[in-house]
T-cell receptor, first 110, second 112 residues
Framework: DTAVSQTPKYLVTQMGNDKSIKCEQN?????MYWYKQDSKKFLKIMFS???????INETVPNRFSPKSPDKAHLNLHINSLELGDSAVYFC?????????FGPGTRLTVL | SQKIEQNSEALNIQEGKTATLTCNYT??????LQWYRQDPGRGPVFLLL?????KEKRKERLKVTFDTTLKQSLFHITASQPADSATYLC???????????FGTGTSLTVIP
């Protein structure tokens, strides 16, 4: 069974469009995250939710809006996509100490 | 500014040798430090955790050290194998336990 899943795996879209990425975890964890990994493989934290409540927002443009309908889901909606948004986006959930990552969503903005 | 740097972007070693990766940080006071492995096209996978009051941790062929005075962690893979080839990331975790800050990563290639 997949612990942390994301959809879609690939997303190709035009500048200016709005898109969403979905994330689900079946580990029963309370805390979930979104990360952005750029072309140089640098993994940067964007948001964190604990039991549906936003606890970390790391200076991310407000075009990015996370939504957590319940503690097993954390979705990411991006408005007015820009070229610089192209990256791999990872969802993760936190266990006792470590993080469990999803497979990533490769977003390409043309 | 806060920085987490890992040694050279890429490291090549011969099979059977010990690989040593470094993680240096400035302006952080982490509660603990973690190491992850990332294979191409996949998310990072947790390997080891070491707390600020611990000097060394081992798990099978892996060993991690943590020196809070030097602000440095070393990650060793002994008797390296081609299957160890991957990118390795260190992550600092602050006292809240919720904020994870990742290093720049080191791509390790073990040559048969």
């Amino acid at each position: 069974d997949t612990a942390v899943s994301q959809t879609p795996k690939y997303l190709v879209t035009q500048m200016g469009n709005d898109k969403s990425i979905k994330c689900e975890q079946n580990l029963g964890h309370d805390t979930m995250y979104w990360y952005k990994q750029d072309s140089k493989k640098f993994l940067k934290i964007m948001f964190s939710y604990n039991n549906k409540e936003l606890i970390i927002n790391e200076t991310v443009p407000n075009r990015f809006s996370p939504k957590s309908p319940d503690k097993a889901h954390l979705n990411l909606h991006i408005n007015s996509l820009e070229l610089g948004d192209s990256a791999v986006y990872f969802c993760a959930s936190r266990g006792r100490n470590e993080q469990f990552f999803g497979p990533g969503t490769r977003l390409t903005v043309l | 500014s806060q920085k987490i740097e890992q040694n050279s972007e890429a490291l090549n070693i011969q099979e059977g040798k010990t690989a040593t990766l470094t993680c240096n940080y400035t302006n952080y006071s982490p509660a603990y430090l973690q190491w992850y492995r990332q294979d191409p096209g996949r998310g990072p996978v947790f390997l080891l955790l070491i707390r600020e009051n611990e000097k060394e941790k081992r798990k099978e062929r892996l060993k991690v050290t943590f020196d809070t005075t030097l602000k440095q962690s070393l990650f060793h893979i002994t008797a390296s194998q081609p299957a160890d080839s991957a990118t390795y990331l260190c992550a600092l975790v602050l006292n809240t336990g919720n904020q994870f800050y990742f290093g720049t990563g080191t791509s390790l290639t073990v040559i048969p």
